[in-house]
């Protein structure tokens, strides 16, 4: 078997990592210390946000905005509202009348023939994800978490950038 395995042509080289592991790269900013450990339990600090600030009576109204929507009008409705508030609410009701118009148009589509089947099949897991996102976003609201719901945010973005650049 030596013989026959000498007569081979084989690759060269050694076994092992042609180069050593990356350093750390200029220009990168380290990476954030490791949270303060007290005992047995690790203390994870958060970054403040700006809902944080709000009263925790006003983020229980805006947390239970997502699942229940008029509370989300509301809150929208409140004269001494900031712009997080006003987010959160339009956010929350943006969502909840998303979901129903589309709701609404596939079971209208659901009636036509080779149309339906699809948006029939679509139909029963539209509540479920609505019932978890809502309750996701709702808790996150109530915890002090900004909340960015994925159409909703970027169109008020946009809406922000535009009313910022007509005053300027």
Not at 81 to 86: I, T
Not at 96 to 107: E, I, M, P, S
Not at 136 to 162: F, H, M, N
Request: aromatic content about 8%; overall charge positive.
């Amino acid at each position: 078997m030596k013989s026959a395995a000498a007569g081979r042509p084989g690759i060269s080289g050694n076994v092992g990592a042609p180069n050593p592991p990356p350093g750390p790269q200029p220009g990168r900013a380290a990476p954030p210390p490791p949270p303060p450990q007290y005992g047995s339990a690790t203390v994870i600090v958060r970054p403040q946000t700006a809902l944080a600030t709000v009263s925790p009576e006003t983020r229980v109204l805006l947390g239970l905005g997502y699942p229940l929507w008029p509370l989300a009008a509301i809150s929208l409705i409140n004269p001494k509202r900031s712009e997080v508030v006003r987010r959160q609410s339009i956010q929350a009701l943006a969502l909840n009348g998303g979901t129903f118009a589309l709701w609404t148009v596939l079971g209208l589509l659901a009636h036509f023939w080779i149309i339906g089947w699809s948006a029939a099949v679509m139909l029963p897991f539209l509540i479920p994800v609505w019932l978890v996102a809502t309750v996701v976003y709702g808790y996150k609201t109530w915890q002090g978490e900004d909340v960015r719901v994925p159409i909703v945010s970027d169109w008020l973005d946009e809406r922000e950038a535009q009313n910022e650049h007509a005053t300027a």
